[in-house]
């Protein structure tokens, strides 16, 4: 008897800690999550800025214990801004991670999407192309608001301000880009807009002076200018020195310190649209609000800055799937999904309202447009009012 003992003592601690209702492994193995960025590569601005987000979102859920008794850990690997890196990173952990986040490239993005469809990954992706939900892929949800969404808001705003005529200015290389050209083009005419020019370049692109020229000799009314990473910051440079007086609109791509260093004092008064949360100092007091500063206030202290367009996305990436998988209670790779397509949460980026109908879940109340004051972004006037009527929507 006294031999048998010990044997029923181990049995006893062994059945403990295999008893996880179906899980795979014991109930204190980590909840493992892939993060695949570019923090090499062109995009390494970006990636950068989505891990930074994402660590602290992790180590504020384990702070708090964790998800379903179990600490989350982050398996992160680089795309170097490259599609066929973003497919070797995927294949290096696909066997390893319970969820997948990222990659902020678009092509990345497209690349990596049938992948985690055809394996049933839950993925949530931080690269805002139309053409990841379009047509709708059970697994795969986006983050940021859609190129389409943004195209939309510009248009809104523009209608606001009455103007007619515009110029487009767009990467035909970047499927971020080239979602949201092909939104604008087909909204306008709903807001009454003309588009006069219509100019494509390529990333590589390093003289925008032809394209200045031409918006000078057309009777465009504002310069509507869509690039992520290095063009950018290369064309406003580049907008200034032309002396064009045509207003310069930019994407959310530039909602970043990692535009606003560069451009210094050229900056100012420069229109750019970023996601509710790049703004959140300006939003009356609310729900809205509150995730915001959850975020905001402890990215500050740790990395010295506000965080950008691209740590709203990770972060809000991090919320939705941590709920998801409290409302799944499992880790279950098809509940996960699941409970995705049932979410309703607010989050740094808004409210998302994912459905089986709608893997974006946002809509484009929650972009505000800004102009820059004083090296910061500062919501227009429109802007202002028609976030104020979102916040207090949300309570």
């Known amino acids: 008897m006294r031999r048998l003992l010990p044997f029923l003592a181990c ?6 800690a295999c008893g996880s209702g179906g899980e795979s492994g014991g109930a204190q193995d980590p909840i493992r999550v892939g993060l695949i960025v570019s923090l090499t590569g062109n995009y390494t601005p970006l990636g950068s800025e989505d891990r930074k987000a994402v660590e602290l979102a992790v180590e504020q859920v384990n702070a708090q214990g964790g998800l379903l008794g179990r600490k989350v850990e982050l398996v992160t690997r680089d ?16 066997g390893d991670i319970d969820a997948l986040i990222g990659p902020v490239f678009s092509n990345s993005a497209l690349a990596v999407e049938p992948l985690a469809q055809r394996d049933r990954m839950p ?31 510009f248009l809104q705003y523009i209608q606001a301000e009455g103007i007619k005529t515009i110029a487009v200015g767009w990467d035909s290389k970047s499927a971020y880009s080239v979602s949201g050209h092909e939104a604008m083009v087909a909204l306008a005419p709903k807001y009454g807009v003309t588009i006069a020019l219509d100019e494509p370049y390529e990333t590589t692109t390093s003289d925008f002076s032809p394209m200045f020229q031409h918006v000078r000799d057309s009777d465009a009314e504002a310069l509507v200018f869509w690039g992520s990473g290095a063009p950018g910051v290369t064309a406003a440079k580049q907008y200034v020195a032309s002396g064009l007086e045509t207003p310069l609109f930019l994407t959310a791509s530039q909602a970043s310190k990692l535009w606003l260093e560069p451009m210094g004092a050229a900056a100012e ?21 509150q995730v915001i500063d959850q975020m905001a206030k402890p990215y500050q202290q740790k990395h010295g800055y506000p965080p950008p ?32 397509e049932t979410m309703d949460l607010i989050t740094p980026n808004g409210r998302f309202r994912y459905s089986p109908t709608d893997h974006s879940g946002l809509s ?32």
Do not use: C, H
């Open 269 to 289: 008064g420069m229109t750019v649209q970023s996601a509710i949360g790049v703004v959140g100092d300006a939003l009356p007091e609310g729900k809205q609000k």
């Open 11 to 16: 049995l006893m601690l062994a059945v403990a």
């Open 79 to 94: 795309d170097k801004t490259a599609p066929d890196q973003g497919i070797v990173a995927y294949n290096q952990i696909k």
């Open 309 to 340: 367009q691209f740590a709203q996305d990770g972060y809000s990436a991090s919320l939705l799937l941590f709920e998801a998988i409290r409302k799944a209670n499992s880790t279950d790779k098809t509940k996960i999904q699941q409970a995705l």
């Open 123 to 153: 993925y949530l992706s931080l690269a805002p192309a139309q053409e990841q939900v379009e047509p709708i892929k059970s697994y795969i949800f986006v983050t940021p608001a859609l190129s389409s969404m943004y195209a939309e808001r």
């Open 364 to 395: 484009p109340e929650f972009i505000s447009v800004n102009t820059v004051k004083d090296g910061k972004f500062v919501p227009t006037e429109w802007a202002m009012e028609q976030l104020t009527k979102t916040v207090n929507a949300a309570g």
